[in-house]
DNA sequence: ATGAAAGCGCTAACAC
DNA sequence: GTGTTAGCGCTTTCAT
């Protein structure tokens, strides 16, 4: 492939002047501009963004961190993401953690190493300590979950009040044994969520009961499917469930309809995160959606704001109820 | 951020010895290295990736091309590609195309400007001219689906066949009017899977109904609910409906569940893809499986080999019959 | 074993 | 309006 150097020649002119041509950065003659574009057409050429780059000491791209590809809660966060990191030039670069501490360790580098100017992250497991020190010194958000104290940057909703609204919810539709399927409270989000949990029960003097509180290793349907299945050990049960995630409720929808227990009428179910599988499941399940696109749009635009050196304030967003049959009567 | 310079300068040596130090590439004296490394610790170094990539002139990292993120298909795949690319000493730039030609041109020149080094494209509807041009001098390879004639290494199924098979069992269930509901058929699976179809259907002599052979506008949930609605207007039902993917399916089952029809008594239903949602549906929903995974792990082997000059061949990679409760009596 | 220096492809400051 | 040139951070050849 062609380099500047060989445009240059084929046109006659100096390799500025190519370079001039290219970001029309200052005024060059119609003739000498055509000229430089036929050149640029015959040798097909497209500039090196290495080069560019490094001269540049950028690279336009953004790391996003995720734990894996496989939760569907990510998706339309990752759209909002791109589509404002596209409208201002930048390109997106997906990386998947996967639990895997050198995994992570090669993507926080790549921001070091200037192979990426920024990072959004939406991996709360991620290395806490080296994140924090990364963002002393670079441009880093955090996207959904975030840490207490640690000084970095975030957009998210308040966990702790819609957890609280959504077992508000429940009670007031007449419930008044719940249960809990939680992930790892380590977890920022997974332990506000429970105090939201256990504020409801506490204000309407409901019991917080161990058998009905149960604790899944993943996010994945299956771990939902097996939650349930655990809770349903127990002769005492529940009337409602809040799950922390869709793809947990969905699950433990599964886990009921095959022990032939009728979800609202035996059990309703609650989830978290409005997925699109969340309104095509049988029925239809109840939850809580976040904005998950303006999450993720606004997230790029704060970590791109910090790179062009503006100052850069946390935000709360808004989160909305969606009723669906999982919870009617 | 220290640079190459500074570290030489902090441990009394030349950035040549910076350099050997921190690629192994020849002899250093302990006592060297140590002071090197020494430095390196006290100003937080890590070596530039846009220095090094512009000096070795590669990138390490390979694009892969997605429609749009929201379809649950890619994931499984994306983790394979990521796997080994990873274990290659690759990182993995996701693009989400959307239909959006612009966009396509940003990525496509990214490998031409050598910001990465090759595309893993799983992304039918791409610019294919501009592909095929590109695969000329560069390493693309499709991934799941793929052109005839134009010359661009593929790994994929046998989507005649595997729909045939699909077809065929509905038919031994004792079936005998089949819909069909399906893509755009400018995509070449959409176009050999419906021959696969009609492969079975003629096999047995059984009519082919054009009232029972629907197009989606897209692959979401609810272009499979759109789809099911339009075939439900005519009184004349099939008894059984191949969906072209599982969330078509997926749609088409929620709808059916909405006008009060059963699956599979009234109605079978068969998708393609085996997505993990596909197993919580009520019914669950029988559907063809990929080797997704493998095809991902695959894909990226061939395109690295390629990028390091080897050769390489089309892969035709076997599918599985997953039988669940949508056709079963 | 180590250093000096060229050069990867580009942009921008400076000169004309 | 255009050319010359320094330099972004690195690797590697060639000396020593």
Chains 1, 2 share one sequence.
């Not at 290395?127 to 924090?132: A, E, F, G, S, T």
């Not at 880093?140 to 000084?151: K, P, Q, R």
């Not at 969520?193 to 506490?202: P, Q, V």
Request: net charge negative; charged share 20%; glycine share 4%.
């Amino acid at each position: 492939m062609a380099n500047i150097q060989e445009v240059a020649k084929q046109a006659g002119v100096s390799i500025a002047t190519v370079s001039r041509v290219l970001n029309n950065t200052s005024k060059v003659s119609e003739k000498t501009r055509f000229k430089v574009e036929k050149a640029i057409q015959e040798l097909n050429y497209a500039p090196s963004m290495l080069g560019r780059n490094l001269r540049n000491s950028e690279s336009r791209l953004l790391l996003v961190l995720i734990h894996t590809f496989s939760n569907p809660y990510y998706t339309e966060i990752i759209t909002g993401i791109e589509d404002y990191a596209i409208e201002n030039n930048y390109n997106i670069l997906l990386c998947e953690t996967d639990d895997n501490l050198q995994r992570e360790d090669i993507f926080l580098n790549m921001v070091r190493n200037k192979l990426a100017d920024g990072i959004i992250s939406m991996n709360p497991t991620v290395h806490v300590d080296k994140l924090k020190e990364l963002a002393n010194s670079h441009s880093i958000v955090l996207c959904s979950d975030y840490y207490e104290d640690a000084d970095i940057p975030y957009i998210a909703i308040d966990n702790t009040i819609a957890a609280y609204r959504a077992v508000k919810y429940l009670i007031t539709m007449g419930n008044n044994k719940i249960g809990l399927i939680n992930f790892n409270e380590n977890l920022l989000y997974a332990k506000q969520r429970r105090i939201g949990f256990e504020n409801a029960l506490n204000e309407f003097q409901l019991p917080i009961c161990d058998e009905w509180i149960h604790h899944s290793d993943g996010l994945t349907f299956q771990d939902g499917v097996e939650a349930m299945r655990r809770m349903l050990r127990s002769k005492n049960r529940p009337t409602a469930v809040f799950a922390i995630s869709d793809t947990l409720a969905i699950g433990a929808l599964k886990e009921l309809h095959a022990q032939g227990i009728k979800v609202p009428q035996e059990m309703a179910i609650i989830g978290f995160d409005n997925i699109a599988f969340s309104s095509m499941t049988t029925p239809t399940l109840t939850t809580v959606s976040q904005p998950k696109y303006q999450m993720g749009y606004r997230s790029a635009k704060m970590v791109i704001d910090h790179i062009q050196g503006l100052t850069i304030e946390n935000v709360i967003m808004d989160y909305e109820l969606i009723i669906r049959e999982s919870t009617l009567e």
